[in-house]
């Protein structure tokens, strides 16, 4: 019947990994990746796992590495953050384009330059159009559970779609917290054995893959893979619904905290919403009519979920981990075009907070819920949180 | 053992008729040769290049056997994530045939832009062959300089000019680049000696570990040749010691062929339409200094071949 463990974001994403016993994992260490590598590293060398480690030679040979193995048959993963994954930009596409169901931890670190090495979302927001789908992680144990939930979605027949595994660098990865965990035997039966359709590795029907293809086809390719992703909405909540018999914990796509009556909603993402739920029940027992909104699952975005709850409220600040320079931020843009369509919509602030590891305060999150109540914000401006 | 050219013509072909390639382009010449050197099923994977696009514009494939291409630079780590999941599969007794596997590269995707994916690969030890088809030069996009490009030719991105020959520097020794990383098998090769390459090849795909072929594969279009010359200037490169025959026996040097009379380098040079400005007076020295490298290459070659 499972157990209890203390564990760190990164020792999470190793354990599910080691329990999801993949065919081939091909990494490269990055900070603050580096202790899910050198996890399983270790799991490998005690036989714990059949897994072929592939040490490789950089991120890009990572996710090509990756690639191959996948269009061979095998199940496999990756993990990488930051420069990691900017590196393997290229063939993260390419993954995702060749329909191959990697699941890839990413722990999220600022983008150089300056180089740090601390969280912002700026390295997976720059993969948002990869055509990958992306979930959000709050904490130790979201990690653990979002990666076998990512596992059986990605390889469902519907979707066949690579997914990344999001934490916040350092603040998840390196905190320890109690994390509960399924028996082994539990995962292997609820995963089952991963038998794709075609592979490499079938003489009688040889295949080609990653053929040129131009103006003739390329557009049709392109719709299918568009079809794929929206496929994730209808299958997510089967498999979530699958994975919470087993767990008793709830995955849905955006999770709701005190919502219903209230008037001022923070949209966020990982674990500044641990942040903000905790300024909520704060304000709330002050009598204020706030809540939280916490997006688990970004790609694909369930925009028509988050536009029925939010179109009634009184005014929505969304906070970003990640700017886009010269224009708004990627989850103030989303939330703003899903209301578009809506007759009566809330106005929609947008925060800037935490850029290379800065926290995140309860007191900035006061500083939000505050100005929503007084109507101090601007919509046409950014704000940013505890920059100086 | 020799190979019988009656008994390769009744196998199957791995790379099928029908592909786009020029006439007389060395890639499918080898590519095909190549797979026929051996009975063991193959995986193929193949960087972006001349025969990646010539040959599986889609819905079409001329691969008859499973063939994976990713990206430009990533021949040799997407082979290596093939090989990575037999090994795996293998060991868990979901696959019972023994494979082979082979990446195919121009030397762009090799020499250049795949160095790091390539020496990865094969300082990790996979079972697998790498083999360069080298035409010297980006010919895929327009013959754009590479780091095979030879000195003294003419690019269209290191262009002979008023004040320029073409190439300034010497193309990178990238079989003793492989062979450095002390994999059981590396060697050079050319279309001319065809059974000197077939013996490579078998050797290559069938030694246990990581081996590299680096062939010389001549380009018609940018070359400047005549579409049936491409064994005769392959003969050529071998004749004038520009392209020597060699190999690294699990690091044994051998020289696999010498010259009776080495031919001098301006039987290679004014036959192709890239050198054709070294034939002006004022590069008489670019010729001479190449032809001094050559030799120079060649001598140093016999001697660690003589150890």
Redesign the interface.
């Known amino acids: 019947m499972g157990k209890r463990l203390a564990l760190t974001g990164d020792m999470a994403a190793a354990e599910s990994m080691r329990q999801i016993n993949p065919?081939?994992v091909?990494a490269y260490p990055i900070t603050p990746q580096t202790e899910i590598m050198m996890t399983f590293s270790q799991f490998v060398a005690d036989g714990l796992v059949?897994?072929?480690l592939?040490?490789?030679?950089?991120e890009?040979?990572?996710m090509?590495?990756?690639?191959?193995?996948?269009?061979?048959?095998?199940r496999?993963m990756t993990a990488t953050a930051a420069n990691g994954l900017a590196l393997m930009h290229?063939?993260v596409y390419?993954a995702a384009s060749t329909r191959l169901p990697i699941v890839m931890p990413v722990v999220n670190r600022a983008l150089s330059a300056p180089i740090n090495i601390h969280c912002d979302h700026s390295d997976t927001m720059a993969e948002r159009d990869s055509g990958w789908i992306q979930i959000f992680s709050q904490d130790p144990q979201e990690v653990y559970d979002h990666i076998l939930l990512a596992l059986k979605l990605s390889e469902h027949p519907d979707v066949l779609l690579p997914t990344m595994v999001n934490q916040d660098g350092f603040i998840t990865s390196h905190g320890v917290e109690p994390v509960e965990i399924l028996d082994d035997s539990v995962v292997k039966t609820w995963i089952g054995d991963y038998k794709p359709k075609h592979?490499?590795?079938?003489?009688e029907n040889?295949?080609?893959?990653?053929?040129?293809?131009?103006y003739d086809?390329y557009f049709e390719h392109k719709r299918q893979q568009v079809d794929a992703i929206d496929n994730a909405f209808k299958i997510y909540p089967q498999v979530a619904k699958e994975l919470s018999k087993l767990t008793k914990r709830e995955y849905p796509m955006i999770e709701q905290y005190n919502i219903e009556k209230a008037d001022h909603v923070i949209v966020t993402m990982a674990s500044a919403a641990g942040t903000t739920r905790y300024v909520v029940d704060q304000l709330t027992e002050k009598g204020e009519k706030v809540g939280l909104l916490k997006i688990r699952l970004f790609r694909p975005f369930p925009a028509d979920q988050i536009v029925n709850i939010l179109k009634g409220k009184k005014s929505v600040a969304v906070l970003d981990r990640s700017a886009s320079f010269g224009s708004f931020p990627p989850l103030a843009e989303e939330i703003r075009n899903a209301l578009y369509d809506e007759k009566t919509k809330p106005p929609v602030y947008s925060f800037v907070f935490g850029l290379g590891g800065r926290d995140l305060l309860p007191s900035h999150v006061e500083h939000v819920f505050k100005g929503l109540a007084k109507g101090s914000f601007n919509t046409k401006t950014i704000e940013y949180l505890g920059v100086r | 053992m020799a190979f019988i050219l009656k008994e390769l013509l009744d196998k199957p072909e791995k790379l099928t008729s029908g592909h786009r390639l020029c006439p007389g382009c060395g890639a499918p010449i080898l590519a095909k040769w190549i797979m026929m050197a051996t009975d063991f099923p193959l995986v193929v994977a193949n960087a972006t290049g001349c025969l990646e696009v010539s040959t599986t514009i889609y819905p079409y494939t001329a691969w008859n056997t499973p063939w994976i291409h990713n990206a430009f630079e990533n021949a040799a780590a997407t082979i290596a994530g093939v090989e990575s999941a037999y090994k795996s599969l293998s060991r868990q007794g979901k696959i019972k045939k023994k494979v082979k596997f082979i990446a195919f590269g121009g030397d762009g995707g090799t020499y250049d832009i795949g160095i790091q994916a390539l020496s990865g690969a094969l300082e990790r030890g996979h079972d697998m062959v790498y083999i360069c088809y080298d035409n010297e030069g980006y010919m895929n996009t327009g013959a754009q300089r590479s780091g095979a490009t030879p000195k003294g030719a003419s690019t269209t991105t290191e262009p002979a000019g008023k004040v320029s020959y073409g190439k300034k520097m010497r193309h990178k020794d990238l079989t003793a680049i492989a062979a450095a990383h002390h994999i059981p098998y590396a060697a050079q090769a050319a279309l001319s000696n065809w059974q000197d390459l077939m013996k490579k090849a078998k050797k290559a795909i069938e030694v246990d570990g990581p081996a590299f072929l680096n062939i010389l594969s001549p380009c018609v279009r940018f070359w400047r040749i005549p579409d049936d010359q491409t064994i005769e200037i392959s003969k050529l490169a071998v004749e004038t010691n520009f392209w020597p025959l060699f190999e690294i026996d699990n690091g044994k040097w051998i020289l696999n062929y010498k010259p009776r009379e080495r031919k001098p380098i301006m039987d290679w040079i004014k036959v192709q339409g890239r050198y054709k400005h070294l034939l002006q007076e004022k590069n008489k020295p670019v010729i001479e200094e190449i032809q001094k490298e050559i030799d120079e290459y060649f001598h140093w070659l016999e001697k660690r071949c003589s150890d």
């Open positions: 065919d081939v091909a059949d897994t072929e592939v040490r490789v030679d950089s890009h040979s990572a090509s590495a990756c690639v191959g193995s996948a269009a061979a048959g095998a496999t290229e063939v390419i592979t490499l590795l079938d003489f040889p295949i080609t893959v990653g053929p040129l293809d131009l086809y």
